[in-house]
């Protein structure tokens, strides 16, 4: 205590306990205050009582010297607040260069444990803004895990710590797996090892691991199967790592557990986390022999989301995929299939099972799918929302589809009540858009031809060529050019993608046109065409009324015709207007400009080409 606050003490102008606390504070002492911050004693004047601060937002700043006293927090000079106050550039040069060291500063001043939110409060705002902080920090716990001096907890609510002597990253890990007291602290400590597996530069000092792993999945397989599972798939990534471990020759195994859990086998599976799962997953081909494929197949079909791609992962990579196709394709027709495999099969539409996935049985299994599950507590919409959102499914779905299908796909669209309206009208609007025929199934007013066409063999015959070039060529050549235009990349930016899919749509269309207009045509050589009146199969030569001048047509199919040689298809509007009349009979056809009256004055059979 200084001679003028040992003064201040006995004439009562302090008392003890303050003057002791001033005494701490002289005039160039750092100091805290709650409300203003940090600042630095400029000095004390016992005259008038007073203390000045200054503080980074007010210089000069006075108070009465107990309530100096009193209110302020003597700092040292090494710590964060400290040297924020007095050399904030440089500690902003020292968040760039040493976050670590930055960090231990920080603990340091805080006693030597701090909290993520706690020292976010030091750095936010006076270093970082908040963006710049969040991306910073996650590039400097990578720095903070590989300091000894760091302890990095494993839960976000812990703190970090400032050790007093270095620890290795390897010794902190091992240190904290044998303080962890519970499955769950345990499984979390040992997710931490894995990750720094090759950060062991001692195998052997995870042998203790691998024994109190197979202990503690040993007590544990019963009560907490899933829990024990996690733990032997952790023990065979450590020794895939380091085979010179050793393991319990007769202990559990990953494939023991699955073949007893065979009854629960998708559910058990379903309970893993992500990373796990995958290494469980490969484990059934032991586990089931020479059935593990059907035992796959049938997870594939009732597991979860993260089950489903695992498990058609695993069979697709050990060469069972026309196995799996067949499956497939039996689940789809009798729509036994659930949401979470048809979303699988949505999103891998234009992998190995596209032809499986691109027909309209595929779309009618998802409807199927979708009234089965709307009425469950939890009901799932990914599928739902993969359909609406996905602009490209729905098309893709029914590529394939003949007229009929289409219009099937059409009214299942329009009758099912899993689509609220907004969303139906915007299904029905994409095929519409690609299949205008089907239109007048919306409006009520379809105009679905239904009588048979009359066509020539020579134009039946041509129009069957013209389908197996599609159907044989242009089609498959298509599916190449998708597969190819797929390896270019991003989807959303792949023209050549986008232009072959198009294409694909062009061309389904015409295929589905061309199956139309076959499946109603009928085929004639019009040797029944008789002489005397206009009718189709004859040739009938008319005069114009208005200046004497003739014309000569010949009525023949649907696909015949040919201005050239003047020959009209009896569905024309001038065939139409002919046809039925006798040589004499005069008659209104229409031309380019206007109806005009002509008489027959001729009508003989076909001779033919």
Excluded at 189 to 196: E, G, H, Q, Y
């Amino acid at each position: 205590m200084t001679e003028e606050i040992q003064r201040a003490v006995e004439s009562g102008k302090l008392n003890k306990r303050d003057g002791d606390a001033l005494a701490k504070l002289p005039p160039g002492t750092f100091v805290q205050h709650k409300s203003w911050g940090y600042g630095v004693i400029a000095g004390h004047d016992f005259l008038l009582g007073q203390t000045t601060i200054n503080f980074r937002s007010k210089k000069g700043h006075t108070m009465q010297l107990q309530y100096a006293a009193e209110s302020l927090t003597a700092l040292a000079p090494d710590h964060i607040g400290a040297r924020k106050f007095s050399d904030l550039d440089g500690v902003k040069k020292l968040a760039k260069s040493d976050p670590a060291a930055l960090v231990r500063i920080v603990l340091a001043s805080l006693g030597g444990r701090a909290t993520q939110e706690q020292i976010t409060q030091q750095l936010v705002p006076d270093l970082f803004a908040e963006p710049a902080f969040k991306k910073w920090w996650e590039a400097a716990k990578k720095d903070l895990k590989a300091d000894p001096l760091i302890g990095v907890p494993q839960k976000k609510s812990e703190g970090f710590l400032l050790r007093e002597e270095a620890l290795s990253q390897t010794d902190e890990l091992l240190t904290a797996f044998r303080a962890a007291r519970t499955l769950k602290d345990q499984i979390l400590a040992l997710d931490n090892i894995t990750k720094a597996l090759g950060s062991f530069s001692d195998p052997g000092a995870l042998q203790p691991v691998v024994s109190a792993i197979e202990e503690a999945s040993r007590k544990a397989v019963k009560l907490q199967t899933g829990e024990a599972l996690q733990l032997l798939v952790v023990r065979d990534e450590i020794c895939a790592k380091f085979p010179a471990l050793s393991r319990n020759v007769d202990g559990l195994t990953v494939a023991g557990i699955l073949r007893e859990q065979e009854g629960r086998l998708a559910v058990l599976l379903g309970e893993l986390p992500a990373a796990k799962l995958k290494r469980a997953v490969v484990a059934l081909p032991e586990a089931f022999s020479d059935h593990w494929a059907a035992k796959t197949t049938s997870v594939f079909m009732v597991g979860n989301s993260k089950v489903v791609p695992e498990a058609a992962r695993l069979l697709i990579e050990k060469g069972r995929m026309d196995e799996f196709g067949m499956a497939l394709d039996r689940a789809i027709r009798d729509q036994s299939i659930s949401t979470e495999a048809l979303h699988w099969l949505c999103d891998e539409r234009h992998g190995p099972y596209g032809e499986i996935a691109q027909n309209p049985r595929t779309l009618n299994a998802i409807i199927a799918a979708m009234e089965r599950d709307q009425f469950k507590e939890k009901r799932d919409r990914k599928l739902h929302d993969l359909l609406v959102n996905d602009q490209e499914l729905v098309l893709d779905l029914i590529a394939t589809a003949d007229d009929d299908e289409l219009r099937e796909v059409m009214q299942k669209v329009m009758m099912t009540p899993v689509f609220e309206e907004l969303n139906k009208r915007s299904l029905l609007g994409r095929i519409v858009r690609v299949y205008p025929d089907l239109a007048g199934l919306i409006t009520g007013k379809d105009d679905k031809p239904k009588n048979e066409l009359i066509v020539s063999w020579a134009s039946m015959e041509r129009r069957k060529a013209d389908y197996d070039e599609l159907v044989n060529r242009k089609i498959p050549q298509n599916r190449q050019d998708i597969q190819i235009a797929r390896s270019y990349g991003d989807l959303r930016e792949n023209f050549e993608y986008k232009s072959a899919k198009e294409q694909q749509r062009v061309l389904m269309r015409q295929k589905s046109e061309l199956e139309r207009d076959l499946a109603r045509a009928r085929g004639t050589d019009f040797a029944d065409a008789k002489d005397g009146a206009a009718s189709i199969g004859t040739t009938v030569r008319v005069r114009r009324m208005r200046d004497g001048g003739e014309d000569t047509y010949t009525i023949l199919g649907a696909w015949d015709t040919d201005p050239a040689r003047h020959i009209i298809s009896y569905l024309s509007q001038m065939a139409q207007a002919l046809i039925g009349k006798p040589v004499g009979a005069k008659v209104t056809v229409p031309t380019e400009t206007a109806d005009e009256e002509v008489q027959i004055v001729a009508a003989t059979a076909w001779k033919g080409a």
